[in-house]
């Protein structure tokens, strides 16, 4: 029997339940979902014969139209089938039982619906991956980390790039690009690397990247297989332990001090572990710098275990103290290292684009997790980004930049200690755009952060970066966003709430 022959034998006439059209909007559109309805409770079986167009209209005494839209669209959606000489039907494919039809009908949002009935069931690993509520985002003032002098960007230049750009754009800018980028911008940021971090690459081994988070991301998910272990820096970037727990790998919680991650720690912990993630050149969030021996046990530890590295060099651009240092990536003589890098500090958050440098035999294997996660980055901020580089304006963005933000930095340390002399202990000032606070013992970050963001300050508390038992409290304050002036006024507030 064919399956057209045994749908016509099974659309016998059969009574139609009752039609209330009782919600809103046009009348197709409920008809259409009190026939979805219907049929999803078993109200209407698979096979059974609705009534024609004509006469389900002069049953409810509207137009036709109405109930001929209604029929289209559900015979679009497979919900409905027609046959020549049996009419019309609720399709064969739907499954016999149905969901047990309520006991009583309660006009319901999805919403409200999907609450009754209790917790729906996700991936175990989104609660790893889930940050609690950041309350210290409700402010819009200072000190919002990781946002640069927005106001002091360079707009003028980067619109006329921009126009450029968009008023010639070809075909070849609106298909989808190389999976690892731009080719004219990687070739751009290896030729920077190589000149301002001392790192190793030619533009063969950059990917270009929506930001450094999504750099880790391809990261694990090219490296890291569920129940590999991954060293990750205690206190460290939150973001790093999201990324782990998207692949379902293991955090190993290694110690951070004065001269960064304690790389003896780590082996103790995990002497095969298939990843160690740092951030060398200033440690996110108490700001040290890993030191030359530290590095170099790192280093050997990596070849060794046959294990990798992933250099998180975020803000790498901008150090105070001493002239900037050299990446780990250009000390690595076994191709160990994965170097990440962002634009979102140097220029502005929204950009979104940001950089890997991968090994060579590696990159395979990333381009495939690249290409599965989100094919490319957007190919017209490449361009722009790529003219920017090369005519020279994002060096002189940078140099700019740094002398601002060393007088930001400094004014900020001397607020503090004005106002907040015997409250808060300064460390991790030497780089970046941020620094550290200590609390005394018994104070809250949390709950501090919480009151600052009521007075219009947005401070980030320190604790929620340790995942281990033994937290410090502090506040991490970032100056890049903020003016001398306001440094002040947001400090005093501070002390008010302390």
Known sequence: MTTRQAATKRASASLVPAIALEGSGPIYQQLAEWFRRAIAEGRLRPGQRVPSTRALAGELGVSRLP???AYEQLLAEGYL???????????????????????????????????????RRVAARVAAMASPPQTWLESQGAFRVGVPALDHFPHGTWSRLLGRHARH????????????????????????????????????????????????????????????????????????????????ALPVLVPVDADGMDVAAGVRRAPAARLAYVTPSHQFPLGATMSAARRIELLQWATRAGSWIVEDDYDSEYRYGSKPIAALQGLD????????????????????????????????????????????????????????????HFARHIRRMRMLYAARRAALQAAIRRHLPDTLQVVGAEAGLQLTALLPPGVDDVALSQRAARAGVSVRPLSPCYRGETKRHGLILGYGSVGERSIQESVRRLARCL
């Open 67 to 69: 109930v001929l839209g």
């Open 81 to 119: 089938e027609s046959f020549t000489g049996s009419g019309t039907c609720v399709a064969a494919a739907i499954p016999h039982e149905g969901p047990a039809p309520p006991r009583r009908r309660v006009q319901r949002s999805p919403t409200a619906a999907a609450a009754a009935s209790g917790p």
């Open 169 to 248: 754009v070809g075909t070849d800018a609106l298909v989808y690009g190389d999976t690892l980028g731009h080719a004219p911008l990687r070739a751009a940021i290896a030729e920077y690397l190589a000149t301002v971090r001392a790192v190793h690459a030619d533009a063969d081994q950059i990917l270009v990247t929506s930001g450094s988070q999504h750099g880790l991301q391809i990261c694990a998910h090219a490296l890291l297989d569920p129940g590999d272990h991954a060293w990750v820096e205690e206190p460290g970037y939150p973001g790093a332990h999201q990324a782990l727990a998207a692949v379902g």
């Open 333 to 392: 003589a076994d191709a160990r290292v994965i170097y990440v890098g962002t634009f979102s500090k140097v220029l502005f958050p929204a950009l979104r684009l940001g950089y890997l440098v991968v090994p060579k035999d590696l990159l395979p294997a990333f381009r495939a997790a690249r290409d599965a996660l989100d094919t490319c980055s957007p190919m017209l901020p490449q361009r722009v980004l790529h003219d920017f580089i090369r005519e020279g």
